[in-house]
């Protein structure tokens, strides 16, 4: 069931804190449109278009985008989602895209997943991946059948260079700084709610029932008128 009037939210959370299978679980439970500015950047990216042409020497540099550029992918969908509830996942990512998303649509409520550290570079140590078809296993978690073999064509599997524990300590460090104005931006506006954990296990019954709580408040209210 939606809810029953629309619903604006945030996600955020650091690379590898398990952001994408908690969005995918709130898509499914919730019915929420799901809006990723990575993922739509990356699709005007393929087809050329003049946003895609301005954004594409960024991400491959593995800049951020300008906010003009962002702000017009996110704000454009956003209108085209129109009377539906949705999720922002990958942004905001800057005080400013945190500001004018607020100045244009008023949010209902910010995730912020809070995993520590030294968990997140544990798991990404065990992070095994099938190059060619992108299948990704994890030690202890999703293990493949055959030690080191995708289970699907018994090729090697390989670990990413940048998944080496420096180079995830660095990662979680520039994201912990570029994000730190926008959480403390949203902790202001009291709109923040973190959802401590180690794994999804831990933190998806959190998410589920807060999430459940605003549905009741807001059918409440639409029965109040
Ligand atoms: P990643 O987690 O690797 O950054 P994303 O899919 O979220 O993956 O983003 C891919 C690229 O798209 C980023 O490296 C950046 O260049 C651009 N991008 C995505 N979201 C934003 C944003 N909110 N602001 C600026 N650039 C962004």
Redesign the pocket.
């Known amino acids: 069931m939606l809810f029953s009037k629309v619903f604006r939210m945030v996600i955020l959370g650091a ?1 590898a804190s398990g952001k994408g299978t908690i969005s995918k679980r709130i898509v499914d439970r919730f019915g929420f449109v799901h809006i ?4 739509m ?2 699709l005007h990216v393929l087809h050329g278009s003049d946003l895609g042409k301005k ?1 594409k020497k ?2 491959d ?7 003009e ?2 702000m017009k992918c ?1 704000l454009g969908r956003i209108t085209e989602v129109g009377n539906k509830s949705w999720m922002l ?6 005080l400013v ?1 945190a500001e004018r998303l607020s100045a244009s649509e008023p949010l209902h409520a910010v995730i912020n997943l809070d995993v520590p550290h030294d968990v997140i570079i544990e798991r990404v140590k065990g992070r095994w991946i099938h190059l060619s078809s992108g299948r990704v296993y994890n030690v202890g978690f999703n293990d493949p059948k055959v030690p080191g073999k995708d289970d699907v064509t018994g090729e090697d599997l390989v670990q990413r260079a940048d998944d080496k524990p420096d180079v995830v300590a660095e990662r979680l460090n520039v994201y912990e700084k570029m994000l730190r104005p926008v959480l403390n931006y949203y902790q202001k506006q009291e709109l923040i709610t973190n959802f401590k954990g180690s794994t999804t296990a831990e933190i998806w019954p959190q998410v589920e029932k807060f999430l459940l709580a605003k549905r009741m408040k807001a059918v409440a209210e639409s029965i109040q008128g």
């Open positions: 690379p990723s500015p990575g993922d950047l990356r954004a960024y991400m540099e593995g800049k951020l985008v300008p906010d550029i962002v996110v996942d990958g942004f905001p990512r800057t895209q």
